[in-house]
C-alpha cells in the first residue's frame, strides 16, 4: 500500500515538474515574441533626405526587400527620348502631388549605358528611394535581381521609329516651341544645315546604322551585344518587354497610353488623363513640339524602312502588346 501511493506521488510529482517547465518554456518564448515585436513597431527607421526635382525626398537606408513596400508601389521609367518624355515628366510632376508619391527626376539625361560601378550606385539608389515612388532618367534597361536587389515595375514609351529619328534630327539643329535653338553644339562642316533627305540618300553616317539604332537598347539592357542590331538584341528587347515592364505606351495612342497606366498604376496615374488636359490647357506650359521639321521624300523614307528593319519588328511588337492590353482593360473604344 505504501509502495503504491510512493509510486503515485512520485508520477504526480514528475507530471507537475513537467506542466511547471512547459509553462516556463512558454511565457519566457512569448516574452521574447512580445519584445521582438515591441521593437518593430517602436523602430524608427533610418531615413535622411535628398532634394530632387525641387522636391525633399526621402532615401531609407535600411537593407533592400524588408517588406514594408507597398504592392506594385515603385516604378521605373527609363525613358525613350524623343517619345513624349517631357510631356510625361509634366504629368508625373502634377500626379506625384496628388496621389502623395515620391517623383525622383535624374538630372543625367545623356549617359544611357552608364560602367558598371555607376550602374550598381544607380540600382542602390533606386532601391533606397522610399515607396510609394517613381524614378525617371534616359537609360536602358538595368537589371534589379542582377545586382541583389528588388525588382522594380518598368514604364515606358515608344512611337513610330521614322518619326522618331526625324524629331531627333531636327531637334539637334532646330530645338523646339521651348527653346529654339539646337541641341547639339558641334557638328561637323555644313552637317547642321544638311537635309535630312540628303543625309539619307548620301550614306551620312547619322543617317546610317548603328546611329540610328537607338529604341531596342533602351529594352535590350546594358548588355555589350545590345549596343550592336542584331536579332539576338531584338529578341532580348522583346523577351524584357514580356518579363519586366507592366506596359508599354505608343506615342501615336498617347492618351489612350495614359488610361492604360491609369488602370494599371492607380497609386501612380489615377487622374493622368485629366493632368494632362490640364497642360494642354494651361497657358504657362509651352509646347515641346519640335521646329524646323522637313518631310522626308518618298526615297529616303524607303531607305530608312530598310535599315531601321528590326526597329519596325520591335515596334510593331510593342504596338501589337498595346492594342491587346487596351482591349483586356476594356479601353479599346
Keep these: ?56 525626398l526621402p532615401l531609407i537606408q535600411s537593407p533592400a526587400g524588408n517588406g514594408r513596400d507597398e504592392f506594385m508601389s515603385r516604378v521605373v521609367y527609363n525613358r525613350v527620348g524623343k517619345c513624349g518624355s517631357r510631356t510625361m515628366q509634366n504629368i508625373i510632376r502634377i500626379l506625384s502631388q496628388q496621389n502623395s508619391y515620391h517623383f525622383y527626376l535624374s538630372t543625367v539625361s545623356n549617359e544611357t549605358r552608364p560602367k558598371i560601378l555607376s550602374i550598381i550606385k544607380e540600382v542602390k539608389l533606386i532601391d533606397s528611394i522610399a515607396s510609394p515612388m517613381l524614378y525617371s532618367r534616359h537609360i536602358h534597361f538595368m537589371n534589379f535581381p542582377k545586382y541583389g536587389v528588388r525588382k522594380p515595375l518598368y514604364i515606358n514609351l515608344i512611337r513610330d521609329p521614322i518619326e522618331r529619328f526625324s524629331s531627333q534630327y531636327h531637334f539637334k539643329r532646330y530645338g523646339d516651341m521651348i527653346v529654339s535653338k539646337g541641341r547639339q553644339t558641334t557638328f561637323r562642316l555644313g552637317e547642321k544645315e544638311l537635309d535630312i533627305n540628303d543625309c539619307v540618300m ?19 539592357g546594358q548588355a555589350a551585344f545590345c549596343r550592336i542590331p542584331s536579332p539576338e538584341a ?25 488610361k492604360v497606366f491609369e488602370k ?14 490640364q497642360l494642354l490647357q494651361d497657358a504657362s506650359q509651352k509646347n515641346t513640339t519640335t521646329i524646323g521639321k522637313k518631310e522626308l521624300n518618298p526615297a529616303a523614307y524607303s531607305m530608312l524602312r530598310k535599315r531601321m528593319e528590326y526597329d519596325y519588328e520591335f515596334y510593331d511588337f510593342v504596338f501589337s502588346l498595346f492594342k491587346g492590353l487596351k482591349k483586356k482593360l476594356n479601353l479599346d473604344v
Excluded at 497609386?267 to 493632368?275: I, P, Q, R, V
Design 1 to 56: 500500500m505504501k509502495m503504491m501511493t510512493s509510486r503515485k506521488l512520485k508520477t504526480f510529482f514528475m507530471v507537475t515538474l513537467f506542466f511547471v517547465i512547459t509553462l516556463i518554456c512558454y511565457w519566457s518564448r512569448s516574452d521574447s515574441l512580445w519584445n521582438v515585436n515591441r521593437k518593430e513597431d517602436n523602430e524608427v527607421e533610418n531615413v535622411h533626405y535628398v532634394i530632387n526635382n525641387n522636391m525633399r
Design 202 to 220: 548620301r550614306n551620312y553616317s547619322e543617317c546610317m546604322p548603328p546611329r540610328l539604332w537607338y529604341i531596342i537598347p533602351y529594352f535590350c
Design 234 to 258: 531584338l529578341r532580348r528587347a522583346k523577351m524584357n518587354v514580356l518579363d519586366n515592364y507592366i506596359a508599354v505606351g505608343v506615342l501615336e495612342d498617347f492618351e489612350g497610353s495614359l
Design 264 to 277: 494599371l498604376l492607380p497609386m501612380h496615374f489615377k487622374g493622368a488623363t485629366e493632368a494632362y488636359q
